[in-house]
């Protein structure tokens, strides 16, 4: 019998798609025929070789409506005629043409939800694009009956909100041996995009009451906005952004990290009940972290505490948490062996069952 084939679709470039990378791979090493499909952009790197197909599309443009519009007729079109058995969207801007074909073709569809897209910051502040993704959103997913999402909190809201029942699959990271090396020079690392909502403006001013460095790696929308910043208020010594860095080299990053930042602005549902990635990266690294207390961090916390959390991201009140971190030894040995006993639970060797249960349902 020839293996199942699945096509899998976003809107990026596929170089740093981590989720995407550790789910197409599970796929393909459970004897799927996966293809990942995304656009070409003029910077682009040349793809790393993978166990699944890659296929970039050309766009007209690499930003705008446009950059939507035709990534999407083009994709639908690949759709329409390329071999598939089951058909999965990543998040709402590669819906609609995975949902028309679908029903063209009459084949299975999978929504892969890794953020409530309709209720984004940049979504929800500009209001004809929140009425257009809200269309999208009720017009679509009620008929996306198999999907999966990244946490409890964001399952419940899709009940809620479109009726349909979808499984949570974490982004853990994948659990491999560790030994934490000697770390002589303290510092602080962010990983991430450097986007609006990300409490640079709170972090950055409280460096200046932090005795250790802060190393961003990401850039994002924000990024120019912080690299001004730092200057502003006089810690560019303190500062250091690295940009885009690979993943391999951001391992080292964080492996050699003293604390690591998840902090997120309630300026959005769908930042409020998020669970980020960096969140299981920190964890698997044994390095302890700040973190937002929102809803899923909490409920993690309470059974292994691996981050200090705080309710409302100040200067003083984040300078006040990192400062504990860095000078309260048995604090941060307690948060650092919890971090150790939690990556057997959270990694994605557990998460990668719940992903293969739903794809064999179909």
Request: glycine residues 4%; contains cysteine; positive net charge.
């Amino acid at each position: 019998m020839k293996p199942k084939r699945i096509i899998c679709t976003v809107t990026n470039d596929l170089s740093y798609d981590q989720r995407m990378i550790r789910i197409c791979t599970s796929l393909a090493g459970a004897g799927y025929d996966v293809t990942l499909v995304g656009f070409k952009k003029k910077k682009s790197q040349p793809l790393t070789q993978r166990p699944f197909k890659q296929v970039r599309l050309h766009v007209a443009t690499e930003q705008g409506k446009l950059l939507y519009l035709s990534y999407w007729i083009n994709l639908f079109f690949f759709l329409l005629f390329r071999k598939a058995d089951i058909l999965c969207a990543i998040d709402l801007d590669t819906i609609l043409p995975v949902y028309y074909a679908s029903l063209i073709r009459n084949k299975k569809r999978v929504y892969d939800a890794h953020e409530i897209f309709t209720d984004l910051k940049e979504v929800i502040s500009r209001p004809s694009v929140h009425k257009m993704w809200t269309w999208i959103g009720n017009h679509t997913v009620p008929h996306f009956k198999t999907g999966y999402t990244i946490g409890e909190c964001y399952a419940e809201e899709f009940k809620k909100r479109y009726g349909v029942d979808y499984g949570v699959v974490r982004n853990a990271t994948i659990l491999k041996p560790l030994e934490i090396p000697e770390k002589q020079n303290r510092f602080i690392l962010y990983q991430g995009w450097v986007n609006v909502g990300r409490c640079f403006e709170q972090l950055i001013p409280a460096m200046k009451h932090v005795n250790a460095n802060l190393v961003i790696c990401g850039e994002g929308n924000f990024y120019t906005q912080a690299v001004a910043l730092t200057k502003q208020y006089g810690v560019e010594d303190k500062i250091t952004f690295k940009g885009y860095v690979p993943p391999a080299q951001l391992s080292d990053y964080t492996r050699q990290a003293t604390i690591g930042i998840t902090l997120f602005e309630d300026t959005s549902l769908s930042n409020r009940l998020s669970l980020a990635n960096r969140f299981f990266d920190y964890m698997h690294y044994g390095v302890p972290q700040l973190c937002i207390k929102y809803p899923e961090y909490e409920r993690i916390n309470e059974r292994y505490e691996v981050a200090a959390l705080i309710d409302h991201p100040t200067p003083e009140s984040i300078a006040a948490e990192i400062n504990k971190l860095l000078d309260d030894k048995a604090y941060y040995s307690r948060l650092q062996q919890n971090c150790l006993a939690a990556r057997q639970d959270y990694c994605w060797q557990e998460e990668e069952k719940k992903l293969l249960a739903i794809y064999q349902k179909l």
